[in-house]
C-alpha cells in the first residue's frame, strides 16, 4: 500500500515539474505592469523581466526611482509615477497603460507596492498606521486590480498579488499581516470568479527578506518612536524591560532576513512566464520548511513554538 502511495506521490509532481517547465509564447509581445518598482522585489522583477524580453511598464512611487531603473535597464522598459493611494493617480496609470497596450490588452499585472507599520505591539500603534498601511497593502491592491482588470481580461492574462508568510500565519505585525490577510482572500475570491475568463491568479508569499521595509536602522529607530509615543498607563502595563527585550529580538529578526530578492522574484516571473503558473508560492527556505508546515499544526501548538521566547509584559498575570 505504501509503495502504491509512493509511486502516485512521485507521478504527482513528475507531472507538475513536467507542466511547470513549458513556457508562454512570444514572450517579447507581452506587456506586464509592475508596482512598487522603485527599490526591492518590484525593482528586481523589473529589471529581470527587461531582460527576459518582455515589455515592462514599471510603476514608480518617486520620479527618483524612476531614473535610477530606466538608466538600469533597455529601451523597452518605461515607467510611470504611481501612488496607490489615490484615485486620481490610478486612474492616469491605466490610462497611461491603456495607450502602450492597446488592443493586445495587458499579459501581467504584479501588485508588490506595500509598507510595514512601524514596529511594535496592536495596542501601541495609533489608528493613523493601521489606516495608512491598509491603504497601501490592501485598499490600493484591490484598486489598482479592478481599475487594471479589462485589459487584462482582454489578453486573457495573469495577476501576480504579493502577500507573505504573515498572510499564512499571523504572530507580528498586526496591521501588516491582517493587510496580508486581505490581500489572500481578495485574491483567492478573484481566481474563482475569472477562472472562466482565461485569468490565472498566483500569490507569492515570502518569508524573511532584506529589502527597505526591513532595513535596521531604521526599523530600529521607528520601533524606539512608537514606544515613546505610547500613553503612560499602557507603557505601566508592558515595562520598559519588555520593551528592550522586545527590541533586542526585532533587531535579531533584521538581521536574519534573507538577501537573496531572487528567491522571490524568480517565483513572481514563473508566474508570469509559465503555461501552468501555481495559486501559491511560498519563497524563502523559512516560508517554505518552518511557517508553512507551522501553520497546519493544532493553534495551541503554534502559539506554543511562536511565543515561547517573548518576554513577559511587567503586569502579567
Given at each position: 500500500?505504501?509503495?502504491?502511495?509512493?509511486?502516485?506521490?512521485?507521478?504527482?509532481?513528475?507531472?507538475?515539474?513536467?507542466?511547470?517547465?513549458?513556457?508562454?509564447?512570444?514572450?517579447?509581445?507581452?506587456?506586464?505592469?509592475?508596482?512598487?518598482?522603485?527599490?526591492?522585489?518590484?525593482?528586481?522583477?523589473?529589471?529581470?523581466?527587461?531582460?527576459?524580453?518582455?515589455?515592462?511598464?514599471?510603476?514608480?512611487l518617486t520620479e527618483q526611482g524612476a531614473e535610477?531603473?530606466?538608466?538600469?535597464?533597455?529601451?523597452?522598459?518605461?515607467?510611470?509615477?504611481?501612488?496607490?493611494?489615490?484615485?486620481?493617480?490610478?486612474?492616469?496609470?491605466?490610462?497611461?497603460?491603456?495607450?502602450?497596450?492597446?488592443?493586445?490588452?495587458?499579459?501581467?499585472?504584479?501588485?508588490?507596492?506595500?509598507?510595514?507599520?512601524?514596529?511594535?505591539?496592536?495596542?501601541?500603534?495609533?489608528?493613523?498606521?493601521?489606516?495608512?498601511?491598509?491603504?497601501?497593502?490592501?485598499?490600493?491592491?484591490?484598486?489598482?486590480?479592478?481599475?487594471?482588470?479589462?485589459?487584462?481580461?482582454?489578453?486573457?492574462?495573469?495577476?501576480?498579488?504579493?502577500?507573505?508568510?504573515?498572510?499564512?500565519?499571523?504572530?507580528?505585525?498586526?496591521?501588516?499581516?491582517?493587510?496580508?490577510?486581505?490581500?489572500?482572500?481578495?485574491?483567492?475570491?478573484?481566481?474563482?470568479?475569472?477562472?472562466?475568463?482565461?485569468?490565472?491568479?498566483?500569490?507569492?508569499?515570502?518569508?524573511?527578506?532584506?529589502?527597505?521595509?526591513?532595513?535596521?536602522?531604521?526599523?530600529?529607530?521607528?520601533?524606539?518612536?512608537?514606544?515613546?509615543?505610547?500613553?503612560?498607563?499602557?507603557?505601566?502595563?508592558?515595562?520598559?524591560?519588555?520593551?528592550?527585550?522586545?527590541?533586542?529580538?526585532?533587531?535579531?529578526?533584521?538581521?536574519?532576513?534573507?538577501?537573496?530578492?531572487?528567491?522571490?522574484?524568480?517565483?513572481?516571473?514563473?508566474?508570469?512566464?509559465?503555461?501552468?503558473?501555481?495559486?501559491?508560492?511560498?519563497?524563502?527556505?523559512?516560508?517554505?520548511?518552518?511557517?508553512?508546515?507551522?501553520?497546519?499544526?493544532?493553534?495551541?501548538?503554534?502559539?506554543?513554538?511562536?511565543?515561547?521566547?517573548?518576554?513577559?509584559?511587567?503586569?502579567?498575570?
Amino acid at each position: 500500500m505504501w509503495l502504491y502511495l509512493a509511486v502516485l506521490v512521485g507521478l504527482y509532481y513528475l507531472l507538475r515539474w513536467y507542466q511547470e517547465r513549458q513556457v508562454v509564447s512570444h514572450l517579447q509581445d507581452k506587456f506586464v505592469f509592475i508596482t512598487g518598482c522603485d527599490s526591492g522585489f518590484g525593482n528586481l522583477l523589473a529589471r529581470q523581466l527587461d531582460l527576459r524580453g518582455l515589455r515592462v511598464l514599471a510603476a514608480c512611487l518617486t520620479e527618483q526611482g524612476a531614473e535610477q531603473l530606466r538608466n538600469q535597464t533597455s529601451d523597452r522598459l518605461e515607467t510611470v509615477i504611481l501612488d496607490v493611494t489615490k484615485t486620481e493617480s490610478i486612474t492616469a496609470a491605466t490610462e497611461w497603460v491603456k495607450e502602450r497596450v492597446g488592443n493586445r490588452g495587458l499579459w501581467g499585472l504584479v501588485n508588490n507596492a506595500g509598507v510595514f507599520h512601524p514596529h511594535g505591539y496592536t495596542e501601541w500603534l495609533k489608528i493613523e498606521a493601521y489606516m495608512d498601511t491598509l491603504k497601501v497593502n490592501l485598499i490600493g491592491l484591490i484598486e489598482v486590480t479592478l481599475s487594471m482588470l479589462p485589459l487584462v481580461r482582454r489578453a486573457q492574462g495573469r495577476i501576480v498579488n504579493v502577500s507573505s508568510i504573515l498572510g499564512r500565519i499571523a504572530f507580528f505585525g498586526g496591521v501588516y499581516s491582517s493587510t496580508k490577510y486581505g490581500v489572500e482572500a481578495f485574491s483567492d475570491i478573484l481566481r474563482r470568479e475569472l477562472q472562466h475568463f482565461g485569468v490565472k491568479i498566483s500569490i507569492i508569499e515570502p518569508g524573511y527578506f532584506r529589502t527597505g521595509m526591513s532595513d535596521l536602522q531604521k526599523s530600529s529607530e521607528a520601533a524606539k518612536q512608537v514606544w515613546k509615543e505610547v500613553p503612560v498607563h499602557i507603557k505601566e502595563s508592558y515595562g520598559q524591560k519588555f520593551f528592550d527585550t522586545y527590541h533586542d529580538l526585532l533587531k535579531q529578526g533584521m538581521l536574519s532576513c534573507s538577501t537573496n530578492l531572487n528567491l522571490v522574484t524568480d517565483c513572481m516571473e514563473h508566474a508570469l512566464t509559465s503555461v501552468h503558473p501555481r495559486t501559491r508560492y511560498s519563497a524563502g527556505w523559512d516560508a517554505k520548511f518552518f511557517f508553512i508546515p507551522l501553520s497546519y499544526l493544532p493553534t495551541s501548538v503554534a502559539d506554543y513554538i511562536l511565543t515561547r521566547s517573548w518576554p513577559k509584559p511587567a503586569q502579567a498575570v
